[in-house]
């Protein structure tokens, strides 16, 4: 799942656009790239998240596992999903 986008359905930040960027047993923790970075990312139950049948690329997949990962990246690859939902309206 890491690598995926997600977005929560529950709490402040309802109806908000992450990615997965480790999981847990019980939780995943998310990030934005801007509000919630790397360094401090979203710890969010599964149940409050909704998985969207996307990923980010195979490169920032790989970063990701890795730990060496930047919220730039993050950032552009939630733009880049944003583009192309617009771009399918």
Not at 32 to 38: A, E, I, S
Not at 45 to 70: D, F, M, S, W, Y
Request: charged share 35%; aromatic share 4%.
């Amino acid at each position: 799942m890491i690598g995926q986008f997600v977005t929560s359905k529950a709490g402040h930040d309802k109806n908000r656009l992450y990615v997965i960027v480790a999981e847990e047993e019980t939780a995943v923790l998310l990030c934005d790239g801007r509000l919630k970075p790397l360094e401090r990312p979203k710890r969010k139950l599964r149940k409050h998240v909704q998985p969207i049948n996307k990923t980010v690329g195979e490169e920032l997949v790989k970063a990701l596992q890795e730990k060496c990962a930047a919220d730039e990246q993050i950032k552009r690859a939630i733009k880049l999903y944003r583009q192309e939902l617009q771009n399918m309206q």
